[in-house]
């Protein structure tokens, strides 16, 4: 076999258990960790493999998480960034789930408002809370709108 023809699901191996995230839009995997609170600090075993040759979208992202479980409300956080992953829960080798994400009603403590003024940007232990309006974020505190660039304010 040539390089050429190294197929491509050897790039990151299987999982024996655990969550697969697949088709990420190409370039927000990292992202995806930050909203999930994967950081370097955490124990969680991770693959993470970057703008992939996908048939879907051309390229994607993908993160393997091993051992662990995502449940679909910690999920469904990166729809806003990720609208067209899919979540593979693998057992023994298996896919014995798979599903997509969709985008919450309310983000709470995900995003940082925008306005320094924000309650929830004091001393105070306030949460976040946004209203999901389109691909847009209403403060429910302050009622500041953030639309654009949502991966820029994670916290
Ligand atoms: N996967 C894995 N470990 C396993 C089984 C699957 O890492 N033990 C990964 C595959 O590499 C793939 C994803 O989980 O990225 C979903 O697997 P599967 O449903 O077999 O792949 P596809 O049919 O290509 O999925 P889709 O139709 O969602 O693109
Ligand atoms: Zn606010």
Redesign the pocket.
Known sequence: MTLSEKPK?LL?????NGT?I??ITAGEAINVLKILGITGTTDECLSIATNVESR?THKKD?V?VENRELKKEEVDRIALIAPNA?I?I?RD???TE?KGVHIPKVLIGIIRCTNPGCITNTDEPIESKFEVIGTGLHCLYCDNFISGDIAGHII
């Open positions: 699901d990151i191996s299987p999982i024996k697969v697949d088709h879907l993908v393997k899919t593979n693998i080798y298996k896919v798979k």
